[in-house]
Nanobody
Framework: VQLQASGGGLVQAGGSLRLSCTAS????????MRWYRQAPGKQRDLVAT???????NYAHSVKGRFMISTDNTKNTMFLQMNSLKPEDTATYYC???????WGQGTLVTVSS
């Protein structure tokens, strides 16, 4: 399965963005989907995980501000990001370990 991430952009601190990750086929058979992010010069970190139909998990730094969700009718995973901070600036990647697939990344820049 191929993944395509979109929705990044430039936003002021305190603002919101919604990222999308669209799969090339149905996600009904996928068990786990994740969002990662990588800031310049830093390692790629796990941001949020959804075990489809079971539950979600978040990194401590985004808990209460970000929400991961899926729309199976659109084969798409979302990341709603609220109360954005400059330290959220990074390239965001979507992933499913079921197929070891990665999206191409979408850049989020939060200005102070």
């Amino acid at each position: 399965v191929q993944l395509q991430a979109s929705g990044g952009g430039l936003v002021q601190a305190g603002g919101s963005l919604r990222l999308s990750c669209t799969a090339s086929r149905s996600i009904n058979s996928i068990n786990v989907m994740r969002w990662y992010r990588q800031a310049p010069g830093k390692q790629r970190d796990l941001v949020a995980t959804t075990v489809l139909g079971v539950g979600t998990n978040y990194a401590h730094s985004v808990k209460g501000r970000f929400m991961i969700s899926t729309d199976n009718t659109k084969n798409t995973m979302f990341l709603q990001m609220n109360s954005l901070k400059p330290e959220d600036t990074a390239t965001y990647y979507c992933n499913t370990p079921d197929y070891n697939s990665w999206g191409q990344g979408t850049l989020v820049t939060v200005s102070s």
